[in-house]
């Protein structure tokens, strides 16, 4: 018998292999799907709001609490909220949209294990100390220089330097031990 929709969120903080995150997306990425790109009229803005939505759940799993609603509710609600977010952005940096093919299933699985490393990664991220964290999110996520980084954080480019190479080689580890192919 397949696991209850709480049962697989109560699992998550302790889901490394990403199983339980992917049968939640497989129940509920098409639905959040829908309704992001109903709401916003962008396939690809609708995207990472589900992208977001799951990353978002399986960050703040604990917080999830069954006797307040379900978690098909939660979930919905959280993609509510990541709607509004793109909203306002796209208000302050209109696109273009461009309406997409339907996907096939095989795009749907690539789709589905690429939103699964990401979330593992992020897992992996968790890990690493607040220092060694920043400079990757700030490098990485961010598109800063080492340089940039030392001027906004006020602190040496040689201890950025350092704290980068360090962290790189942490996530290696880590990476590695939870099994993730890259």
Known sequence: MAPSDATLVERLPRDDSGDE?????????????????????????AEEVVQDVF?????????????RASVRTWLFSIARNRVVDARRRAAVRPGVTVEAEPESPAELDRELEQSVLRWQIAAALARLSPEHREVIRLAHYGGMT?????????????????????????????????????
């Open 21 to 45: 995150l992917r049968e939640l997306y497989r129940r509920y990425s098409g639905q959040l799907f829908g309704f992001a790109c109903n709401a916003l009229g962008d396939r690809g803005l």
């Open 55 to 67: 990353a978002r759940a399986w960050r703040h799993a604990g917080e999830y609490d069954p006797q």
């Open 146 to 182: 080492l340089r940039e980084i030392a001027e906004r954080k006020g602190i040496p480019l040689g201890t950025v330097k350092s704290r980068t190479s360090y962290a790189l080689r942490s996530l290696r580890l880590i990476l590695d031990e939870m099994e993730v192919a890259g």
